[in-house]
């Protein structure tokens, strides 16, 4: 069983960065939501969460939350701000595990294949304290500038918001070697009764694929490419 502690950053008393109408606890929770609800769709995975609503916690309880679980890995989920745009990903500027170096090459690529269109700003190291405190490999992901009009925009939609989530996931099972359930028919949302998934297309050319997602979100379908 492997288990994953997915920390949406800030909460509660700390906004994060605010601007654009956005604030960034709040994007976190959502994108870590969305994470931990595509991972179930897999078997052998196990996801806690350091906050599943908007409460502050001190970056050394996050942690150690994480450690407690004796998790096997630790994703904080960030926006950046501070004029600049697309994704970058840190790990620990300290001593860290090839593991952690492994992950943290492979989530970001995922994740940069998943956002479509937007600058890889690279991957980075830093001496955040979850990255240091956590005893497990651990990655914080900056996903996109809240104060930068673009991205705020991308930002706004949460089907850009899922497509960051899927990016996530992507990386976590490739990193673990995740299976997908076989009754893989977990729906998207999770009102009563059972949901069905439509498949409107599939294409040899990603340019398609992503032309028709664009259509979709248009006439208001959430919808991603996988
Ligand atoms: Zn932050």
């Not at 969305?34 to 942690?63: N, Q």
Request: charged share 25%; proline share 2%.
């Amino acid at each position: 069983m492997v288990r994953i502690v997915l920390d949406a950053g800030h909460g509660g008393k700390d906004p994060g960065a605010v601007a654009n109408g956005l604030k960034e606890k709040d994007l976190t929770l959502s994108i870590v939501k969305h994470i931990g609800r595509l991972l179930s769709e897999y078997e052998g995975v196990e996801v806690h969460y350091t906050r599943t609503d908007d409460r502050f916690l001190e970056l050394s309880e996050r942690a150690a939350i994480a450690n407690k679980l004796n998790a096997d890995y630790f994703i904080s989920v960030h926006i950046n701000a501070g004029g600049g745009t697309g994704f970058e990903s840190y790990i620990y500027n300290g001593n860290v595990s090839q593991a952690t170096i492994a992950y943290q090459n492979v989530i970001h690529a995922e994740i940069m294949k998943a956002i479509g269109n937007v600058k890889d700003r690279g991957k980075k190291r830093a001496n955040y304290a979850v990255l240091r405190q956590t005893k497990m490999p651990a990655l914080l992901t900056e996903n996109l500038f809240i104060d930068n009009a673009n991205d705020a925009a991308k930002l706004k939609s949460e089907q850009f918001l899922l497509q960051v989530a899927h990016g996530h996931v992507q990386g976590i099972a490739k990193v673990f070697g995740l299976k997908k359930k076989a009754s893989s028919s977990t729906p998207e949302q999770k009102p009563t009764g059972v949901l069905y998934r439509v498949q409107v297309g599939a294409f040899a050319n990603r340019e398609n694929a992503e032309r028709l997602v664009e259509e979709l979100k248009k006439k208001g379908y959430p919808a991603i490419i996988v």
